[in-house]
C-alpha cells in the first residue's frame, strides 16, 4: 500500500487555485505527459508543493489520473500526492478522474492508497458513477469491488482477549487476492486457492472462510450497510467451504472439486453442478431480508438449469456491475474475459491458455468430436459413418485426423489469437 505524507511545507502554506511557481506550472504539465524522470528532477525543488493547484483547482496527481499515467500516479503517492483532493470548480476527485480515464491499474492504485469512493461531484455523482457514465466498466468493477488490505490486516492481530489471531498474517496476502478478484467464476476461485500452498490446507481453509463470514457480517451490519460487498463475501466463504469439504475428503490436489464444476451434462455441455452451487451459495445468504437476496432470486428462480441467464451471470452483473455479454469471448474454464485461444479441432469454444484447455478436455471432448462432425458432415450423423466399407475407411481416416488434431505435444504455445490452440490428446 502506498502511504501519502503531506510535507512540512505544504502544512504551512496551503495550495490555492492557481498560485503556482514557475516549477509547479512545470510539474502540472510533467504530470499529465507522465514523464517521471523529470518529475523526479521537478519534486526535489522546494518551490514545487506536490498538492499544487491549477487555476481549476487540479492537482498534479488529478491531471496523471485523467491520462491513466500509472508510473506518474505511483510517483507522487510517493512524494505525499492527496487522494481525496476535493478543490475542483466541479468537485472532482482524482479517483473519478482514474475511472474517466479508464486505466484500471490507476483507479486500484488511488483506492488503495485511500480514496473515499463515496464523495459526489457538483452533479452528485460518486467515481463509479462517473466511469459508468463514459463506459469505462472495468473502473467501476475495480471501484465497486475494491476492498482495503489494512481491512483485512484488522483480523491478522489478536483482538480484546484474544492469545492468537483469527486470520494468520501469512495469510492475508492470499485471501486478499481472492477478494478482489472481479471473476466470479467458482472454478477461478478454485484455482486461486490451488495455486496458493498455503490455502490448500484445511486449518488454513477454515480460519480463511470464518473470516469472510465476519466481514459479511460486518458489512450488513455497518452503517452504511453494504450489501453488494457482504453477498460477495458470502460467495468467497460457500468457494473456500467448499475447498475445504473436498480436502477432508482426500482431494489434495483440489482436482476433483474443479472436476465437479466443469463437468457438463452429455446433451449439451452445460455445467449443471456448478450452477447448482451458484444457486445454492445465494440461497444461503443467513440475510433474508436483504434487496440484493429478492433480487438475485427473483431474477434466477424462474429459469431452469442451463437456461438463460445463469446464475453466474445474474451474480457477476449484481456484484461487478458488469453484465456477461454473449457476444464476447470468455474462458470455457475459468470465465476469464476476452479469451482468444481456440480449440483448433472444433472451433467452438475458447481458452485462456493450455493449462485451461488441458483442465476442460475431459468433458469437452464429448462435444468437441459431435461438433466438428457437424461442421464437417452435416448430412452424415456420426453414429452412419462405419456403415458400410467406404465409411469404415472414412471413419478410420476421421480418426487419425482426430489423433493428428489432437497431439499438441510437438507445437508452440504463443499469443497468435484464434485458432492457434490445438484440441487436448485424450
Given at each position: 500500500?502506498?502511504?501519502?505524507k503531506?510535507t512540512?511545507?505544504?502544512n504551512?502554506?496551503?495550495p490555492?487555485?492557481?498560485?503556482l511557481t514557475?516549477?509547479?506550472k512545470e510539474?502540472?504539465q510533467v ?6 524522470k523529470?518529475?523526479?528532477?521537478l519534486l526535489?525543488?522546494?518551490n514545487?508543493?506536490v498538492?499544487?493547484?491549477d487555476?481549476?483547482g ?9 491520462k491513466?499515467k ?8 510517493q512524494h505525499g500526492a492527496d ?7 466541479y468537485g472532482?476527485t482524482?479517483?473519478m478522474?482514474a ?6 491499474e490507476?483507479t486500484e492504485?488511488?483506492?488503495d ?8 461531484n457538483s ?8 466511469a459508468?457514465?463514459?463506459g469505462q466498466?472495468?473502473?467501476?468493477t ?8 489494512a481491512?483485512?490486516e ?5 483482538q480484546?482477549?484474544?492469545r492468537?489471531?483469527?486470520l494468520?498474517?501469512k495469510l ?6 481472492i477478494?478482489?478478484?472481479t471473476?466470479l467464476?467458482?472454478v477461478?476461485?478454485v ?6 500452498p ?10 480463511c472462510y470464518?473470516?469472510?463470514?465476519l ?6 451490519k455497518?452503517p ?11 460467495y468467497?466463504s460457500?468457494v473456500?467451504?467448499k475447498?475445504?469439504?473436498?480436502l477432508?475428503?482426500?482431494d489434495?490436489?483440489l482436482?476433483?472439486l ?6 457438463g ?10 450452477e447448482?452451487?451458484?444457486r445454492?451459495?445465494i440461497?444461503?445468504?443467513p ?5 440484493l437476496?429478492?433480487?438475485l432470486v427473483?431474477?434466477?428462480a424462474p429459469v431452469?438449469?442451463g437456461?438463460d441467464?445463469?446464475a453466474?451471470?445474474?451474480?457477476t452483473?449484481?456484484?461487478?456491475g458488469?453484465?456477461?455479454l454473449k457476444?464476447?469471448?470468455?474462458c470455457?474454464?475459468?470465465?476469464e474475459?476476452?479469451a ?8 467452438m469454444?475458447?481458452y ?6 488441458r483442465?476442460h478436455?475431459?468433458t469437452h ?5 459431435a461438433q ?12 452412419d459413418?462405419s456403415s458400410?466399407a467406404h465409411?469404415r475407411d472414412v ?11 489432437l497431439d499438441f505435444?510437438h507445437?508452440?504455445?504463443d499469443?497468435?489469437p484464434?485458432d492457434?490452440l490445438?484440441a487436448?490428446?485424450?
Open positions: 500500500m502506498i502511504v501519502a503531506m512540512t511545507h505544504e504551512i502554506n496551503p490555492k487555485k492557481g498560485d514557475g516549477e509547479e510539474m502540472i504530470a499529465a505527459a507522465g514523464d517521471v523529470e518529475a523526479i528532477q526535489s525543488n522546494s514545487v508543493r498538492n499544487c493547484l487555476e481549476y487540479m492537482t498534479p496527481l488529478m491531471h496523471a489520473s485523467y491513466g500509472a508510473d506518474m500516479c505511483r510517483l507522487l503517492l487522494v481525496n483532493s476535493n478543490e475542483h470548480e472532482y482524482a479517483l478522474f475511472g474517466l480515464s479508464g486505466n484500471a490507476t492504485m488511488i483506492l492508497a485511500g480514496a473515499e469512493t463515496d464523495l459526489v452533479v452528485g455523482r460518486t467515481a463509479a458513477q462517473m459508468a457514465f463514459v466498466h472495468d473502473c467501476v475495480v471501484i465497486n469491488n475494491f476492498f482495503s488490505r481491512r483485512l484488522y483480523y491478522t492481530r489478536p480484546g482477549s484474544e492468537e489471531p483469527k494468520p498474517p492475508a496476502g492470499p485471501l486478499h487476492k477478494i478482489m478478484t471473476n467464476n467458482p477461478k476461485m484455482m486461486l486457492v490451488k495455486e496458493n498455503l490455502l490448500v490446507d484445511v486449518v488454513a481453509l477454515e480460519k470464518r473470516v469472510m463470514d466481514l459479511c457480517e460486518q458489512c450488513v455497518q452504511d450497510m453494504n450489501e453488494v460487498l457482504a453477498m460477495k463475501m458470502h468467497i460457500c473456500l467451504q475447498c475445504l469439504a473436498f477432508q475428503e482426500r489434495h490436489t482436482d476433483a474443479l472436476k465437479s464444476l466443469l463437468k451434462r452429455d446433451g449439451d455441455g452445460f455445467p449443471r453442478y456448478q447448482k452451487f451458484i445454492d451459495c440461497r444461503k445468504f440475510y433474508c431480508e436483504a434487496t437476496l429478492q433480487q427473483h431474477c434466477i431452469e438449469i437456461g441467464p445463469t453466474f451471470s445474474v451474480l452483473q449484481a456484484l461487478t458488469q453484465m456477461v457476444d464476447t469471448e470468455y470455457a474454464t475459468c470465465g474475459k476476452d482468444d485461444k481456440k480449440c483448433s479441432y472444433c472451433k469454444v475458447v485462456c491458455g493450455q493449462a485451461c484447455q483442465l478436455w475431459f471432448k464429448r462435444q468437441c468430436r466438428y462432425v457437424q461442421r464437417n458432415s452435416p448430412a452424415r450423423p456420426l453414429r459413418l458400410s465409411d471413419a478410420e481416416a476421421t480418426s487419425s485426423m482426430l489423433a493428428l488434431c505435444s507445437c508452440a504455445f499469443d497468435t484464434a492457434d490445438p487436448e490428446q485424450d
